[in-house]
């Protein structure tokens, strides 16, 4: 019998997931959660097989709590279940150690193949999600970023403009641009403070 908890912070989600598993003669729902510092403590208490995970809620946040899953319940398999799919969303929860990563209008039948496979240790991701990690896999210097790409995130990461950044490192604000531009192809954001985030997130910044 598989083990499942169910995190997420809305109560109509969690009570429809626990309607989707209550026919299933192979996985029962052992615990909810309706955050994710919550969702550890429950998965690590019941011992669960698979943590039923999503990625925004308040206070510790899916990501989060599958890192310390990752230390606290290194059993327990993680398959991220959310609406986002952006690739700033998808790679940080990988990163974590999620086993799988699937989007909430997956149907019953997909949700119960996910579970049983996630338990076995196999990966299971929605098509929208691996076309990003594919596209990240592809893409030249994924995600690393260059010495000077350091320089110009820390700069921009301590208030200075593309002017200053530039005279700073006594180079021209056209190539601060396209520094910069490297830096969010590289992230997958759009803009200087979601690469900030991204950046100190990824603990490049000091």
Excluded: C, W
């Excluded at 026919?23 to 955050?35: C, K, P, Q, S």
């Excluded at 510790?60 to 398959?79: F, I, Q, S, Y």
């Amino acid at each position: 019998m598989i083990r499942l908890v169910v995190v997420d912070d809305h109560p109509i989600v969690r009570g429809g997931l626990r309607d989707t598993f209550a026919d299933a003669e192979d996985i029962v729902v052992v615990g909810e959660a309706g955050d994710g510092a919550e969702g550890v403590e429950r998965a690590r208490a019941l011992a669960a097989d698979v943590v039923l995970m999503d990625l925004r809620m308040p206070g510790m946040d899916g990501v989060a709590a599958t890192a310390a899953l990752r230390d606290r319940a290194p059993g327990a398999r993680v398959l991220i279940l959310t609406t986002f799919d952006s690739e700033s969303d998808v790679l940080p929860a990988i990163e974590a150690g999620a086993t799988g990563y699937l989007l909430k209008d997956a149907l019953p039948d997909e949700l119960m193949r996910a579970v049983r496979a996630a338990a076995r240790g196999e990966p299971v991701l929605a098509p929208s999600v691996m076309q990003h990690l594919m596209g990240q896999v592809r893409r030249p210097g994924a995600g690393t970023l260059t010495d000077r790409e350091r320089e110009v995130l820390q700069l921009v990461a301590n208030g200075r403009s593309n002017r200053e950044a530039a005279a700073a490192l006594f180079i021209g604000e056209a190539s601060i641009k396209t520094h910069l531009q490297h830096i969010y192809d590289k992230f997958g954001v759009r803009d200087r403070a979601s690469a900030v985030a991204e950046g100190y997130r990824r603990r490049l910044l000091t």
